[in-house]
């Protein structure tokens, strides 16, 4: 391992502990901040890797960091393998409580989709990447191709596709039309909800949330196609890449 430059930060105080074979915690402190920094350095050669966690893996929830170490703990035993250690990220909203305020990626699974704030996150070979993630996606139905702008999220002037990775419920806030449909790539419309509460968010299926702020003339051909029950069907996905893991932060502090 290569001790971290302690020229660069003017320390008054340093120390490193290894925690693992191949994992060293540095901690620089300056006093007249004070500032405290701490730095995990982890060999990948070591056979480590990044994993995301979330209260109760669904969009909805909080629990302390502490609490969900020690759940990964406990998971980890049974496997054989180690947690080395857990760092606090993303930033979240009170309402609903707990939705992380950028993407949340867990063993591939979008819980919560991007916004305009970067990521850290794993590809599937567990190589680390720091950027920004983008949706890209499309809803068909009858003659409309309509773009959607948004996965696992709210969206106040586009369309929103969620999957049940996100929760059971989803509140798409006041508005919004919901159209909750079926499982498969040809989604069968199951209801109609322009309400204010949460929907439920049907088994294997899927709702489609368009904003408040989206164009009339769009918002009623959408609701004209699920009235007559036609099949909508739904592709979405990310760019640049789909991490394995991803957790969201603000601002990028490294490269």
Known sequence: MVPLPSLVYRADTTAQDS???????HTVVRNDGPWAIHVLEVDRAACWTLISLKAGQQAVGRIKTSELIEGAE???VLRGQTVAGGINADFFSLVPPG???GASIHQGRVITGPASRPVVASDSAGRPWIGTLNVWGRLVVGSDTIPINSWNRRSQDGVAFFDPNFGDLVDTAQGSLRIAVGPGRRRLVLSVDSGG???SMPASGGVISVGAAVPGGLRRRITAAA???LPFDVVVGL???HPREAVGGFPVLVR
Not at 19 to 25: D, E, K, M, N
């Open 19 to 25: 925690v693992a074979p191949g994992v060293v915690h």
């Open 99 to 101: 939705v992380p305020t």
């Open 227 to 229: 009235a007559a029950a």
């Open 74 to 76: 406990r998971e980890a």
């Open 239 to 241: 760019e640049p890449l």
């Open 197 to 199: 509460a949460s929907v």
